[in-house]
């Protein structure tokens, strides 16, 4: 059975900084497109980051976080990252990682097979 499992989330100040960590077990994880999505109470879930499979040079953002967040995978561990700088009241939200059998690399929630429980991430202004 795939799993996700998202951590490091929590309550940091604006301008502070926090790093999230998915463990992905069950699946090809080095084959596999990589998402970082989110949810603000009453908003839909929106689009992160993402990234490709070894050797697609696929990387890329929202406009929202992009020179600010960055998203990365180490195929060894079986773990999506995001590096969250600069964190401003606007990015509190659930996180969500997220993970696509397809051949290409997903920015739309709806292309994403699997996704973990979430984690929170409040910041404070």
């Known amino acids: 059975q795939v799993q996700l499992t998202e951590s490091g989330g929590g309550l940091v100040q604006a301008g502070g900084s926090l790093r999230l960590s998915c463990a992905v077990s069950g699946r090809t994880f080095s084959s596999s497109a990589m998402g970082w999505f989110r949810q603000a109470p009453g908003k839909e879930r929106e689009f992160v980051a993402r990234?490709?499979?070894?050797?697609?040079?696929?990387?890329s953002y929202a406009d929202s976080v992009k020179g600010r967040f960055t998203i990365s995978r180490d195929d060894a561990k079986n773990a999506l990252y995001l590096q969250m700088n600069s964190l401003k009241p606007e990015d509190t939200a659930v996180y969500y990682c997220a993970a696509a059998s397809k051949f290409y690399v997903p920015t739309k929630a709806g292309n994403y097979d699997t996704w973990g429980q979430g984690t929170q991430v409040t910041v404070s202004s």
């Open positions: 990234i490709g499979w070894v050797g697609t040079g696929i990387i």
